[in-house]
């Protein structure tokens, strides 16, 4: 250390210099004058480090203060093991490099590399939040829903990572960051590697064994399919909080053995939907060829399952029922009883006892016993009844559970706590758990079979309705409520409603349970009308009239996004509200964003730059192309320089253009009627065209919608043109049709999908062979 450079820095308490060289940035080192602590070697570049954020394998992550642009950015920094390693180096280098080689939304940014102290660092996109692996150790299990938007963000990172011929080689749950609204991140492009014809070969495994893909671990060759083992299994730890194999060692043949015997999600995680399951396990096929074909397969499949996760649609994993040894023994003694009885029938005359007290269904009990006296199920019911009363859903839930299946609770006691439990998830914004405790009660109850009219009339016919789409009328409900078990009947009717997007059916039932005057009303009735009121609040807030129209400015459109903000904090439930809220929020973005198009398509005159490279040529006319600005792109094109390049591109936005106009016109004379999911997430049964081409939807509730192009994925537009020309007789125009559907779907849409559409039309049609060779030619 003593032939190191001096780097002097001084003593903010007494002046004295000092020398820092032998340590790292933002080291803790002691003034040896005063003896005062200094924090050191805090500017790296324009960078200020602030704090320490996160300490990885290879690095250590600092929050830092970007003194150019006044923001916070993360500043990662190769640890003290390794800043003279120059193979360790030399990666640290290798990933800023591929990480900023491509922009992604669920991929975080770098900013800037430099060097400094001695060391490189990366300064990149500060995210506010925590990553996966945080989450899952502090909540258990993330919910199916949230699992799915995030899986959806983070497939799609993969995806762009693809197309920029990258495999990450380290997907695991700590590196997907997740901010503070959920939205899911991709980061540490550290062992990634640069595929050539699809491939890579790493000459380390580094790794983590629970994620680590089956080729890896036999050092093959690995693909895009490798990482998508390796996030599916990190969807497996998220759903069923542990991780699909509990082998965390390197060892080859142990690890191989490992991968091979993986418990199936639905075994793990029962009340996780068999769409979601069939995901995962397919994603995490010990073959890479049985996983999916592509990150567009495998993204169109989890918005279905998130899809039907939110209309409530969807089949579960039927659990076994095992034979337990207690039944039967139970079985045995009821052989040897009926033996006897007739002996003791005989010999005395008989004795009818009454059943034993149970736990009151109308909760008339004191405040620390059931009826019947202090027991277990007395102090578990009571713990289970203050955790209710307190919010605290997820252990009430837990509890009555146990309660329902604890086998000594009689009827229809136990049924009642599986209600109660199915409260306890809907109250907590957790719908598919609401739904899966449903069921699980109506079959508790049928094993049982609960003769009691309460719950056989009214409970069970509710809860089975949990398990379909259909909304639950709320005709009469004002009349119905006599009892604590008539109040929770319809609390849960107006949330399967609520949580179904039916906000106006659910309404009726909580202003029904709120005003509803019981006779020897107690504290149940207190919590149920409490929590009824919670919903009635946030249905005024949820029908106010900044929710009816798009605004026709993008100041306003701002001011109603920064009011729907304020409407937040005043939530008083959780789940579909703030869904609801975030949801608009971002269709008002977009039509904001629309707007913004639309003034500078009036305002902008025709580009004049011809000395644009080919590489930006290419990458503004697909920017034109994503937004379906197709007039716009041949308004740039026909403004450069003529060249191959500018003619083939013209052809690609001519064919493009003619395809919309196309199923325009087809839309004039028959609605498309398929369920379609616009980029806002708000799904439509139907879309229309009017005579002058203006695009209208229908959406599952029968209401009619304003529908623009650009809220329509490519992935949509294909589906449209799919539809449109499988009933066409003209073959010549339905090749034509196909063209113009292979160049739309390589300007706008998946281009590896119009490679591959064009490899086998090609084999069909020579003329379009020629054709594609001589646009494909051209590009740089």
Known sequence: MQDLPEEIETCYACGSGMNVAAVGPFSNVACPVCGEHNRVKRVL???????????????????????????EVAVKVLSEQWCTDEKRISAFVEEARLTASFSHPNVVRVFRTGWAYGRFYIAMELVAGAHMEHWIRQRGRIPELEALTMAIQVTQGLKAAQMAGLIHRDMKPGNILLDEQGNA????????????????TATELWATPYYVPPEAVDGKAETF??????????????????????????????LREAKKHIKLLQREAPDISNATCRIVNRAMSYEPENRFDSYD?????????KRRLIAGEGDYNEPKRSFPVGAFILIVLLGVLAVGGWWWIYQKPVVIHKKPPVISVNRNAGANEMPGGPSADTQLYQKAKIALFSENHGE?????????????????????????????????????LARRQALLTVRHAQYADVADPAVKDSLLPLLQKYDKLQIISASGVDASLQSNADLLIALLAGIKNWEQGSLED?????????????????????????????????????????????PTTRAACQESIEMLESFLPKLQTHGRARFNIRAWQLDLAKHAK????????????????????????VSKVSGFGSSYDFEQAETYLKAQESSSLTTSLLTAVSASRKLMEQLADDLKKEAAVFPIELRSGTRITRLAADENGALSGTDEKGKTIKVFWPDISADT??????????????NAEVTRRHTNAIFFDWLAGNRTRAQNAADRFSQAYPDFKSRWQDFISTLP
């Open 297 to 305: 397969e495998m993204i169109s499949l989890l918005e279905d399952a």
């Open 45 to 71: 570049g324009p960078y200020v480090l602030e704090r320490r954020h996160s300490l990885g394998g290879m690095s250590t992550i600092f929050v830092a203060r970007d003194q150019t642009l006044n923001r």
């Open 225 to 254: 399919r490798s990482d998508m083992y390796a996030f599916g299994a990190t969807l497996y730890h998220a759903l069923a909080g542990v991780p699909p194999c509990a082998e965390d060692s390197m060892a080859t043949d142990k």
């Open 185 to 200: 991140k991709i980061v540490d492009f550290g062992l990634a590697l640069v595929t050539q014809g699809g491939t890579a």
């Open 506 to 550: 659910a309404a009726p039932f909580f202003k029904a349970v709120a005003q509803a005057k019981i006779n020897g009303a107690d504290d149940w009735t207190v919590f149920y009308q409490k929590a009824a009121a919670h919903y009635v609040a946030d249905h005024a807030l949820l029908t106010d009239p900044v929710f009816n129209d798009y």
């Open 717 to 730: 537009v294909i589906a449209l043109h799919r539809n449109s020309v499988k009933n066409l007789q003209d």
């Open 594 to 617: 629309r707007l913004k198009l639309q003034e500078h398509k009036e305002k902008a005159a025709p580009a004049s730059s011809s000395d644009d490279s080919p590489l930006t040529i």
């Open 396 to 432: 009430a839930g837990a509890l009555f559970v146990s309660l329902r299946d604890d086998g000594k609770v009689p009827e229809p006691t136990a049924t009642w706590c599986g209600a109660e439990a199915a409260l306890a998830a809907g109250l907590s914004g957790d719908y598919a």
